[in-house]
């Protein structure tokens, strides 16, 4: 484990002397046909195993058209695979793939965003190796896979369909020539992010990091995920979140049978517009901005029958302007209440700047928020660097993290002096 204490910023900083990134308009290797069938992906899953290296994958959503999170095409290239493009949808189980890369690293842009979408096809890695993760371990102030490319390769990638629809089908040429780009220099890009890493001795925490990110278990559901309705705030009565509450889970549950985007149906600022003018008729309903839209409109019955349940409800059974305790959330939103968990965590918090910035290592990734906040919270009774290495370890610190925190961490909060007694 690497434990030292100080790092040298990237090395890798543009300079006015520094060239013009070449355009990467097509994939180096063309853009090769779509595959959509099971006898597809076992010739596939051949070519992989004949590879040799790790591979580069990559996976396209259709978030903001989609109920669902599911991979609508899968990426992949290998040294001596070439490139693939993958149809999830039309291919079905993806697992062939999977059987064909034990044991093979995978190389993945921001991985959390990807690993949950493939493991529901059936793809789940046994080794990663995440170069935006990377790139923030190395202290790169802004890991876009474009701008990283831009940076280290030298080679600017034809962007421009991140938000796009993926579920289109057939895919235009150009959303291929897109997706086959994302892995095309993706290997390339891992090694240069490997050399920066080695070259500021922080390899190993690098990689304590991406096996967290393989490991991860799949968060557990929000209490009340109508809450994080947009615009809620400006509802101040608790009728009013009844009726947030009645509108989005009605729409909640059609966009699921449809596949749909839930604000496709009804935007959330219309949600929260009917619950402000709490609307006692379907008439009144209609002359809230928004209900006739063509797609809110077409279920117009739907949302009214949503809103009379609302306005149905007895007092007692409304729902309290104030969320619940979530008993996954941790202490943060009570902090303020008590001077010295403020204090504590002021001092904890300072420490953990002052080294991310040491380290050229982004807070969030020096050390898990959850962590520092339950030194704040609730301390060891015996504060000391072993007890709070346990305590960091307990809410998921890794190894090297401890090795950085432990110490400063525990002399902050020996010199902590309560309020009561300054």
Same mark, same amino acid.
């Given at each position: 484990?690497?434990?030292?204490?100080?790092?040298?910023?990237?090395?890798?900083?543009?300079?006015?002397?520094?060239? =013009?990134?070449?355009?990467?308009?097509?994939?180096?290797?063309? #853009?090769?046909?779509?595959?959509?069938? @099971?006898?597809?992906?076992?010739?596939?899953?051949?070519?992989?195993?004949?590879?040799?290296?790790?591979?580069?994958?990559?996976?396209?959503?259709?978030?903001?058209?989609?109920?669902?999170?599911?991979?609508?095409?899968?990426?992949?290239?290998?040294?001596?695979?070439?490139?693939?493009?993958?149809?999830?949808?039309?291919?079905?189980?993806?697992?062939?793939?999977?059987?064909?890369?034990?044991?093979?690293? /995978?190389? !993945?842009?921001?991985?959390?965003?990807?690993?949950?979408?493939?493991?529901?096809?059936?793809?789940?890695?046994?080794?990663? *190796?995440?170069?935006?993760?990377?790139?923030?371990?190395?202290? +790169?102030?802004?890991?876009?896979?474009?701008?990283?490319?831009?940076?280290?390769?030298?080679?600017?990638?034809?962007?421009?369909?991140?938000?796009?629809?993926?579920?289109?089908?057939?895919?235009?040429?150009?959303?291929?020539?897109?997706?086959?780009?994302? #892995?095309?220099?993706?290997?390339?890009?891992?090694?240069?992010?490997?050399?920066?890493?080695?070259?500021?001795?922080?390899?190993? /925490?690098?990689?304590?990091? *991406? =096996?967290?990110?393989?490991?991860?278990?799949?968060?557990?559901?929000? @209490?009340?995920?109508?809450?994080?309705?947009?615009?809620?705030?400006?509802?101040?009565?608790?009728?009013?979140?009844?009726?947030?509450?009645?509108?989005?889970?009605?729409?909640?549950?059609?966009?699921?049978?449809?596949?749909?985007?839930?604000?496709?149906?009804?935007?959330?600022?219309?949600?929260?517009?009917?619950?402000?003018?709490?609307?006692?008729?379907?008439?009144?309903?209609?002359?809230?901005?928004?209900?006739?839209?063509?797609?809110?409109?077409?279920?117009?019955?739907?949302?009214?029958?949503?809103?009379?349940?609302?306005?149905?409800?007895?007092?007692?059974?409304?729902?309290?302007?104030?969320?619940?305790?979530?008993?996954?959330?941790?202490? &943060?939103?009570?902090?303020?209440?008590?001077?010295? !968990?403020?204090?504590?965590?002021?001092?904890?918090?300072?420490?953990?700047?002052?080294? &991310?910035?040491?380290?050229?290592?982004?807070? =969030?990734?020096?050390?898990?928020?959850?962590?520092?906040?339950?030194?704040?919270?609730?301390?060891?009774?015996?504060?000391?660097?072993?007890?709070?290495?346990?305590?960091?370890?307990?809410?998921?610190?890794?190894? /090297?993290?401890?090795?950085?925190?432990?110490? @400063?961490?525990?002399?902050?909060?020996?010199? +902590?002096?309560?309020?009561?007694?300054?």
């Amino acid at each position: 484990m690497n434990d030292r204490t100080a790092a040298e910023g990237p090395t890798t900083d543009a300079s006015p002397d520094t060239p =013009e990134p070449t355009p990467l308009l097509e994939p180096r290797g063309g #853009v090769p046909e779509v595959i959509k069938s @099971p006898s597809g992906i076992r010739e596939l899953a051949d070519r992989l195993a004949a590879g040799t290296g790790p591979v580069a994958i990559d996976a396209e959503r259709a978030s903001g058209f989609r109920y669902s999170a599911r991979a609508q095409l899968v990426q992949l290239n290998r040294s001596g695979a070439g490139i693939a493009l993958v149809d999830p949808i039309a291919a079905g189980d993806l697992s062939p793939l999977n059987d064909a890369l034990r044991g093979v690293e /995978w190389v !993945v842009h921001a991985a959390v965003a990807d690993l949950t979408c493939l493991a529901e096809v059936g793809m789940r890695p046994d080794s990663l *190796f995440d170069t935006e993760l990377g790139g923030r371990i190395a202290g +790169f102030e802004r890991v876009s896979l474009g701008l990283m490319t831009e940076r280290l390769l030298g080679v600017r990638l034809a962007k421009g369909h991140s938000a796009a629809d993926w579920s289109l089908r057939p895919l235009p040429r150009d959303y291929l020539v897109y997706a086959a780009l994302d #892995v095309d220099v993706l290997l390339e890009l891992r090694d240069e992010v490997e050399r920066e890493l080695i070259a500021q001795q922080k390899l190993d /925490w690098a990689h304590q990091e *991406f =096996e967290a990110v393989r490991v991860a278990p799949v968060p557990p559901p929000r @209490p009340d995920p109508w809450r994080r309705t947009s615009g809620i705030q400006k509802v101040r009565d608790r009728r009013g979140m009844a009726i947030v509450q009645a509108l989005w889970e009605s729409r909640d549950e059609l966009a699921r049978q449809k596949d749909l985007a839930p604000g496709k149906l009804l935007p959330d600022r219309v949600i929260v517009a009917a619950a402000i003018g709490g609307p006692t008729t379907l008439q009144q309903m209609l002359e809230i901005n928004g209900f006739t839209r063509r797609a809110a409109i077409r279920h117009r019955q739907r949302w009214w029958t949503a809103i009379q349940r609302a306005h149905a409800l007895p007092e007692r059974s409304l729902p309290r302007k104030a969320p619940p305790h979530d008993p996954n959330a941790g202490p &943060s939103r009570h902090m303020g209440k008590d001077n010295d !968990v403020a204090d504590r965590y002021a001092l904890a918090r300072t420490v953990v700047l002052e080294l &991310s910035e040491a380290l050229s290592i982004p807070p =969030e990734n020096l050390v898990p928020p959850a962590a520092v906040r339950s030194l704040a919270w609730a301390p060891p009774n015996v504060v000391g660097p072993d007890s709070v290495a346990q305590q960091l370890a307990a809410h998921g610190a890794r190894p /090297w993290q401890i090795a950085q925190l432990s110490k @400063p961490l525990a002399g902050a909060l020996r010199a +902590f002096t309560p309020r009561d007694a300054r």
